[in-house]
């Protein structure tokens, strides 16, 4: 995978944005938590794309509540892909001068929708592909900052509603051969490995849609479970 940014200028300026915090962040002593990945975590800023957002302010005042006294950093931008991000780890969103204590990353959400609209019916190339480039990603985390622990989080339920999102076919045994060889990897690489996705399903194995509306996000009581489960593998 090469590591690329996004073409778009508001891209470029948001990300611009999360380089000024992470350099303003490096003047503190350490941080506590580091959070890296696309959308579901921009939402935890109460933003998508970097402008604030009605749906995502129970997500803003669930962060806010929960982490406390914590020294944390989101750096998170909608849309991203692996690529986007590893780009963004190599020039100047990436953890080294920070000291972070603990890192967390969900990536690879928007690689699976963006795979399946491209190439539908080679389930195992896209499952290969979204976990190399996930580990490329962790692997970059551990080079610059060798010293944290690093939380992968599995990919969640995904059943978009959004035109131009919807899967020809179910996800749901793609997205668990992901985070299955998402674990393992975590495993021989000593990363912790936190798997979510469970918390959001009834008992039947079906999305519970009053968490995540759009079949992607979380929200209010959905935002709650995922920093619950997040902050579970942290503590």
């Known amino acids: 995978m090469q590591p690329a940014p996004r073409a778009d200028a ?6 611009s944005k999360l380089v000024e915090e ?3 962040a490096k003047a503190k002593q350490g941080m506590d938590i580091i959070a890296y990945g696309d959308s579901i975590t921009e939402a935890f800023r109460g933003s998508g794309y970097g402008h604030q957002t009605p749906k ?5 005042a669930t962060w806010r509540r929960r ?7 989101l750096l998170g931008i909608s849309g991203d892909q692996t690529m986007h991000l590893l780009w963004r780890l190599q020039n100047g969103e990436g953890p080294a001068g920070l000291n972070p204590t603990s890192i967390t990353l969900m990536i690879g959400t928007n690689d699976v929708l963006h795979l399946n609209v491209l190439d539908p019916d080679d389930e195992e190339h896209i499952t290969r592909s979204v976990v190399s480039k996930v580990q490329l990603c962790v692997r970059e985390l551990q080079r610059q900052a060798p010293q944290a622990s690093i939380i ?3 990919l969640l339920p995904l059943q978009p509603v959004k035109p131009g999102q919807v899967p020809k076919r179910p996800l749901a045994g793609q997205l668990a051969a992901i985070n ?3 674990r393992e990897f975590a495993e021989q690489q000593d990363v912790a490995f ?3 996705g469970g918390r959001f399903l009834h008992k039947n194995g079906t999305l519970d849609v009053s968490l995540m509306p759009d079949g992607v996000h979380p929200v209010r ?4 479970l995922l920093l619950e489960c997040m902050l579970e593998a942290v503590d």
């Open 10 to 15: 508001g891209w470029a300026e948001f990300q």
């Open 22 to 24: 992470v350099t303003a």
């Open 56 to 60: 995502y302010e129970s997500n803003k």
């Open 67 to 73: 982490m406390g006294k914590r020294r944390a950093l």
């Open 152 to 154: 992968m989080l599995g």
């Open 180 to 182: 299955q060889q998402l």
């Open 194 to 196: 936190q798997d979510c």
């Open 221 to 224: 009581a959905g935002s709650e």
